[in-house]
Structure formats: C-alpha cells, structure tokens
C-alpha cells in the first residue's frame, strides 16, 4: 500500500516528527521495506545483476546494531497478490515501470532495479541470525500495524500508510533511522540508534486537533493503492477545499494540506464523507460511497494473527481464501517461514505469476524465458492437487469457498477452460504483456502428490529435480553439497539460454562460485590470515576485481549481463521447486553464489587475455573445486555437442566431427577419465556450440 505524495510531504514538514533514541524495546520491522532501503541507499550494484556478498554482510551489520542496542525486531515479509484484486492494476502499472527502468540502467542511465535473488539473501540472513520471521499469506501492512498494537511497539518501515494507521506505539520511517550512526552514540543507558517518530495525535493537533478517525478517509481521497485513482481524482476535484496558508511544496503537497484542513472541520468520516458526496451528481455517488467504505476498512486495526505464530508456531487457515485452506499443515508452515515462495499462493488462488524484471538486452526475449520449463513443474505440482482437490470437494459436496476467492477455475476468465494453466505477466520488448503457460505434467507426478510431498522418498525427489534440470546424477560426485544446484542450473542455463553462452561466461561464472566458497570458508575459519595463506591470497586477488575502478560506472556488456540474467532466472526458479520438493539438493546460500560486479569484471579479464589459473594462483583446493565443476560442465556439452552436430546438414556434420577429432584430450565415447581437458580444447568444443547462434546487438 502507500498514499499518494504523502511521504515528500512529510519530508517537507518535518516538525511532524519527533527525534527519539531507539533502545531496549521491541520493535516490528516491514521486512519488505528494509531490503530494499538497504539495497538502494547504500551503493550497491544493480545493473550487473547484483552484489549479494556486499548485500548479506550490510544486512548482518544492521541487525548487529540492533542487537547492540537491546532491540528485539519481529520481521515480516509481504506474501502473495491480494485475492480481492483490488491491487492488481497498480501492481502492473509498477512493473512495467521497472521494465522503463531496467532498460534505462542497461544504457547507463539512472533507475532501481532490485536484483532477483535480494529477498532470498535476506531470509537466509535472517535465518542465520535467529531473527524471528514471518511471511504473511499476502501483504502484510494490516497485520504488522495490528500486532505492533497488540504488542504496544513502534513499527520500522517507509511505507506511507504507517502515516495513517493509528498505532499506540507510533511509526518510525526508514529514512531517518540512523542504524549506521549507533556507534557514535552512547549514554549512561548505553548504545541507541538516532530516529525520528510520529504519532498521529501528534499530528492530527496540528490541524486544529482533527479528528484521528478522518484519516483513512484521507487517504483514500488523495488516492492509495487499493482505490481507483481516477474515480477519486475526478471526487477530489469537485471538492471545495480551502487553500492552504503554508508554503509546503508542490501542487500535490498544497492539495494534501487543504484536504487535511478541510477534514478538520468535521467530527467524524460519516459526516466528511456525506459532504464529499454531496459535491458529486446522484447518478455517482453509490459507487462512490461504496469505493470509499470499502477503502476505509483496510484501515480498521483488530487482533493479528501473527502473535500466535510468534509465540507458538500456529498457523491459522480460518481467514484464508480457497484453497489455501486446505493445504498440508507442513505447506502452511513453509511458506510462513518463508521456506516457500508467495508464488505458491499466487498460482493456487489465482493462477497467476509476476515476473521480477532484471537488467537485461531488451531487444532480446525475457531472460525467464530460459527457465520456463522449470516453472512449469512447479505449476503442475500445485495445480495438480489443486484440481484433484476441486473434484473431490465437488463430489462430496463440500464447496465452502468464500465469495470472490474463486478456486476451482482459474479467476481470469481466459483460464476457466484450462485448470492447468497459468497467467505469467513478463516483459515482452519494453511492454508488459500476459502469456499463458501450460504446467508440466510429467510421468513421475503422480508418486509426488503434493500433500504428502514431504514423505515421498529423497530418489523420488530428486529424480524429478535432476530430469527437470537435465543432468544425470554422476555429474554431481565431485561437486560439494553447497555447490551441486548451482551447477544443476549452470548446466540446465547452457542448454537453455540464447544465444548460447561463451566458454568465458562460463568459466567467469565458476570462478565467481569458487570465490564465493573461499570466502565462506574464511568466514567459518574466522581466523587470522596467515591461518589459510592460499585463501587469502586467491581472495584478495578476487577481491581487486570485486572491487574494479577500471570500467565506467553504470557501462555494462549488455549482452553479458542478458546471459546472466537468464543464469539467475534459472537459479531463482530452481531455488523455488527445489524448496517445494523440500530440498532434494541443499539449499545454496545466495550471498556466495553470484556477484555480480566481480563476474563480469573476469569476464573482461580473461577476453582480455588472463587465464582461470592465473585468477586462481597456488589455491591447491580452490583449483581442485574450480577442476571437477568445469570437468562436470564439459562433460554436459559433449551431450550437448552431439546434439548439436545430429541437427545439423551432412556437410557441417563431417566438418565439426573433423573438428573434434583433432582436439587434444578429447575422450573417446563410453571412455572414463577424471581428468579435465585443456582450455583450446574446451573452448573450441564451447565455439562449436555457438557457431550458428546469433547475439543481440547491445
């Protein structure tokens, strides 16, 4: 949620705000609001798809400094669309303005572009750290205004509609919480974080002691996101408002003080509205009147559902919308945990999915287009018991579902013929647009029903997994654990994406895992340097590149970042089934994954002439890691290659077979070696891959 222009006009009037020390409470965080204030306000790249690294260790920092200051935070995060749809238009009308956006980062100028993996990395922080953690079953603003009241604590957020919710504790906006300050300020008490709070009694004195219950009403005259803005603009024209004594800005500031000082002449929201109505002609007012009531009630504060799941663990399925209802406890668990993506709720009540857009060539299909096969599991694992589950009801006569949640059917009218198909909304071009994508049925689905997903036996499981990511089983022996999805996508990346990635991509992308894995490593040994001299001297070599002046800020290889992008489509898709399958393969830690800046800084590297040896130096282990995952990957493009040749013409057949065969180290069919072959030979097996793949022009 967010009402309209209200946050710059609180910057302007920051006498509204009182100066606070945050210490020794309890305080209620919108976990949504923090990761993207920390990604943005601190420098972090965007336009190379993203420092993960740099993003966990600020993340860490912020909840030690709450720590040190003997703050308790409660953490929760959004979850899935509004059932209602009352925010479906505002939501769409956002993301094809982040499509605007992405394209203007990708050509050096300015925009916000979260990167895809930020939430991941957040959670898993956060899980580290024992931080209690909630995921809402959809947006979570009502329910962390409500349990803030039950709990009489602050909230921290920079959502505007925290200016309206009347919280007995008061609101802390983001912007002025000084977390990074704290270690300069100490009293006799000890450490406290510099913050500004509001209070809206405080605030309503101001305006001629206003009655606090006008406003929601406020809110949803000067336009929120859940009412339609042009039926409030054209009411908001028509009333007669008187004009504003203060300087306080723009027109939108001056429009928000002259309503404020209008509803303050009135005792209540019955008697404001009716005079609101008043202005309008008859034939408008009992839309009016109901678009306004209903506003007025996203406001209205009772008890949270969120105390019991703090306290004990419960999840309540009293107020969920079919069939979210009749999921397996286990299900319900995970995605309040956030173990789960909002995803999974978006597909069940409503058949639908938002893709998150990336940095990425605009010219060239979305970069979720090389994971839709993955995805496609993942819906038909959902709408699979979904339908069975529609059956049964039918057949038992037990069709309970709440008015407007409907389930049985897709909502949209373009689905009610189709319960296995699935609305994705994607870029297309520098457009919004809505594609339908049939699930997957595949033949090992019906020994993985979904309510007894997390019984069915490990091989099961991660058969699927493994067929779905088309890599065999024996490519994963030499791999670590934390390592063997993002090899799995890496290889299913390779045979997906378009164009075809270069051997230098690849060879980036695997660097950037063993440095990741180096530094983990380091963080587990928390020793002085000299304990891991190889380590430190291979990280610290990494780390100039992580850290490159050399290149303009804000110039990127866009077609480099498109191949990543589609990389990081296929990671966050498998991520998302692999937790449903509950984890077949481990769960990787996002933040030593992929860095974004140091990937593409060694891809400029090594076109410019450097070798993978040379980044890695004498790391003996770093080497061995970096050998059996690029031995893994060349043993994936000998299917590949053969793949290749079979659809090619009888000419180009003969001339790439020739080919092959003079390579150095090529092995012979059903051979077995443990040894990876030299860098010509790889990369001319990689050429013989891409030769008829066509790049996009930047």
Request: charged content about 20%.
């Given at each position: 949620?967010?009402?309209?222009?209200?946050?710059?006009?609180?910057?302007?009037?920051?006498?509204?705000?009182?100066?606070?020390?945050?210490?020794?409470?309890?305080?209620?965080?919108?976990?949504?609001?923090?990761?993207?204030?920390?990604?943005?306000?601190?420098?972090?790249?965007?336009?190379?798809?993203?420092?993960?690294?740099?993003?966990?260790?600020?993340?860490?920092?912020?909840?030690?400094?709450?720590?040190?200051?003997?703050?308790?935070?409660?953490?929760?995060?959004?979850?899935?669309?509004?059932?209602?749809?009352?925010?479906?238009?505002?939501?769409?009308?956002?993301?094809?303005?982040?499509?605007?956006?992405?394209?203007?980062?990708?050509?050096?100028?300015?925009?916000?572009?979260?990167?895809?993996?930020?939430?991941?990395?957040?959670?898993?922080?956060?899980?580290?750290?024992?931080?209690?953690?909630?995921?809402?079953?959809?947006?979570?603003?009502?329910?962390?205004?409500?349990?803030?009241?039950?709990?009489?604590?602050?909230?921290?957020?920079?959502?505007?509609?925290?200016?309206?919710?009347?919280?007995?504790?008061?609101?802390?906006?983001?912007?002025?919480?000084?977390?990074?300050?704290?270690?300069?300020?100490?009293?006799?008490?000890?450490?406290?974080?510099?913050?500004?709070?509001?209070?809206?009694?405080?605030?309503?004195?101001?305006?001629?002691?206003?009655?606090?219950?006008?406003?929601?009403?406020?809110?949803?005259?000067?336009?929120?996101?859940?009412?339609?803005?042009?039926?409030?603009?054209?009411?908001?024209?028509?009333?007669?408002?008187?004009?504003?004594?203060?300087?306080?800005?723009?027109?939108?500031?001056?429009?928000?003080?002259?309503?404020?000082?209008?509803?303050?002449?009135?005792?209540?929201?019955?008697?404001?509205?009716?005079?609101?109505?008043?202005?309008?002609?008859?034939?408008?007012?009992?839309?009016?009147?109901?678009?306004?009531?209903?506003?007025?009630?996203?406001?209205?504060?009772?008890?949270?559902?969120?105390?019991?799941?703090?306290?004990?663990?419960?999840?309540?399925?009293?107020?969920?919308?079919?069939?979210?209802?009749?999921?397996?406890?286990?299900?319900?668990?995970?995605?309040?945990?956030?173990?789960?993506?909002?995803?999974v709720a978006d597909v069940?009540?409503?058949?639908?999915?938002?893709?998150?857009?990336?940095?990425?060539?605009?010219?060239?299909?979305?970069?979720?287009?090389?994971?839709?096969?993955?995805?496609?599991?993942?819906?038909?694992?959902?709408?699979?018991?979904?339908?069975?589950?529609?059956?049964?009801?039918?057949?038992?006569?037990?069709?309970?579902?709440?008015?407007?949640?409907?389930?049985?059917?897709?909502?949209?009218?373009?689905?009610?013929?189709?319960?296995?198909?699935?609305?994705?909304?994607?870029?297309?071009?520098?457009?919004?647009?809505?594609?339908?994508?049939?699930?997957?049925?595949?033949?090992?689905?019906?020994?993985?029903?979904?309510?007894?997903?997390?019984?069915?036996?490990?091989?099961?499981?991660?058969?699927?997994?493994?067929?779905?990511?088309?890599?065999?089983?024996?490519?994963?022996?030499?791999?670590?654990?934390?390592?063997?999805?993002?090899?799995?996508?890496?290889?299913?990346?390779?045979?997906?994406?378009?164009?075809?990635?270069?051997?230098?991509?690849?060879?980036?992308?695997?660097?950037?895992?063993?440095?990741?894995?180096?530094?983990?490593?380091?963080?587990?040994?928390?020793?002085?340097?000299?304990?891991?001299?190889?380590?430190?001297?291979?990280?610290?070599?990494?780390?100039?590149?992580?850290?490159?002046?050399?290149?303009?800020?804000?110039?990127?290889?866009?077609?480099?970042?498109?191949?990543?992008?589609?990389?990081?489509?296929?990671?966050?898709?498998?991520?998302?089934?692999?937790?449903?399958?509950?984890?077949?393969?481990?769960?990787?830690?996002?933040?030593?994954?992929?860095?974004?800046?140091?990937?593409?800084?060694?891809?400029?590297?090594?076109?410019?002439?450097?070798?993978?040896?040379?980044?890695?130096?004498?790391?003996?282990?770093?080497?061995?890691?970096?050998?059996?995952l690029l031995g893994a990957?060349?043993?994936?493009?000998?299917?590949?290659?053969?793949?290749?040749i079979s659809c090619s013409?009888?000419?180009?057949?003969?001339?790439?077979?020739?080919?092959?065969?003079?390579?150095?180290?090529?092995?012979?069919?059903?051979?077995?070696?443990?040894?990876?072959?030299?860098?010509?030979?790889?990369?001319?097996?990689?050429?013989?891959?891409?030769?008829?793949?066509?790049?996009?022009?930047?």
């Amino acid at each position: 949620m967010g009402v309209q222009g209200l946050t710059s006009y609180m910057e302007k009037n920051r006498h509204f705000l009182q100066h606070l020390k945050v210490r020794n409470t309890t305080l209620i965080i919108d976990g949504c609001s923090l990761y993207y204030k920390l990604y943005f306000t601190s420098g972090l790249n965007q336009e190379h798809g993203g420092d993960y690294d740099s993003f966990a260790l600020l993340v860490n920092q912020f909840f030690e400094a709450l720590s040190a200051c003997q703050i308790q935070p409660f953490v929760v995060l959004d979850g899935g669309m509004d059932p209602t749809d009352k925010k479906f238009r505002t939501m769409k009308e956002r993301l094809q303005g982040k499509i605007k956006e992405a394209s203007s980062l990708s050509r050096g100028a300015s925009g916000s572009i979260l990167p895809l993996l930020t939430k991941e990395t957040f959670v898993q922080v956060l899980r580290t750290m024992c931080v209690p953690l909630v995921q809402c079953p959809f947006e979570a603003d009502w329910e962390i205004a409500a349990l803030a009241n039950q709990w009489n604590c602050a909230v921290l957020t920079s959502d505007s509609d925290f200016y309206i919710f009347d919280l007995k504790a008061g609101y802390l906006p983001l912007a002025y919480f000084q977390w990074g300050n704290m270690r300069a300020c100490k009293s006799t008490s000890g450490w406290y974080i510099p913050a500004c709070g509001f209070s809206v009694d405080q605030f309503c004195a101001h305006f001629n002691n206003m009655s606090k219950a006008l406003l929601p009403l406020f809110a949803v005259i000067i336009g929120n996101d859940y009412v339609n803005l042009q039926a409030t603009k054209r009411l908001f024209s028509h009333i007669d408002l008187p004009k504003s004594g203060r300087a306080v800005g723009s027109r939108m500031h001056s429009r928000i003080d002259s309503l404020l000082h209008w509803l303050a002449g009135f005792t209540g929201p019955e008697q404001a509205m009716e005079a609101a109505l008043g202005f309008l002609a008859s034939e408008h007012r009992g839309v009016m009147q109901a678009t306004l009531s209903s506003g007025l009630q996203d406001y209205e504060l009772s008890s949270s559902n969120l105390a019991l799941f703090f306290a004990r663990g419960f999840v309540p399925t009293a107020d969920l919308p079919e069939p979210l209802g009749r999921l397996p406890e286990w299900i319900l668990r995970a995605l309040s945990e956030a173990q789960l993506t909002p995803m999974v709720a978006d597909v069940l009540v409503l058949q639908r999915a938002l893709l998150a857009v990336q940095v990425e060539n605009c010219r060239l299909p979305s970069s979720h287009t090389a994971s839709k096969s993955i995805r496609q599991l993942l819906y038909g694992l959902l709408l699979n018991w979904k339908q069975k589950l529609s059956q049964k009801v039918a057949v038992c006569g037990q069709d309970q579902r709440k008015p407007g949640c409907g389930w049985g059917q897709g909502r949209g009218p373009s689905l009610s013929d189709d319960p296995y198909c699935v609305e994705e909304f994607d870029r297309h071009d520098l457009n919004l647009r809505r594609v339908r994508i049939q699930a997957a049925l595949p033949r090992l689905l019906q020994q993985l029903p979904l309510e007894r997903l997390n019984m069915v036996p490990l091989p099961v499981r991660r058969q699927l997994l493994l067929e779905t990511l088309g890599v065999d089983e024996s490519l994963l022996h030499t791999i670590p654990l934390s390592l063997q999805l993002p090899l799995c996508v890496t290889c299913h990346w390779m045979s997906n994406c378009s164009p075809r990635p270069s051997m230098t991509h690849v060879q980036a992308l695997l660097l950037g895992m063993v440095y990741g894995e180096i530094c983990r490593q380091r963080a587990v040994h928390r020793g002085p340097a000299e304990a891991c001299p190889a380590l430190t001297s291979i990280s610290e070599r990494l780390d100039q590149l992580h850290t490159f002046k050399g290149q303009r800020r804000g110039t990127i290889d866009l077609d480099t970042a498109h191949l990543y992008s589609q990389w990081q489509s296929c990671l966050w898709s498998s991520f998302n089934l692999n937790q449903l399958l509950c984890c077949p393969l481990p769960e990787p830690v996002c933040a030593w994954l992929y860095s974004g800046t140091l990937v593409h800084h060694v891809v400029r590297e090594l076109k410019a002439g450097a070798t993978s040896e040379a980044l890695l130096g004498g790391a003996v282990l770093s080497k061995q890691l970096y050998s059996n995952l690029l031995g893994a990957v060349w043993r994936l493009t000998e299917t590949a290659l053969s793949s290749a040749i079979s659809c090619s013409s009888k000419k180009k057949r003969r001339g790439r077979k020739q080919t092959v065969q003079k390579q150095p180290g090529t092995r012979r069919r059903g051979q077995a070696t443990d040894v990876v072959p030299s860098n010509l030979d790889i990369n001319n097996r990689f050429a013989l891959l891409v030769v008829d793949d066509g790049v996009g022009d930047a």
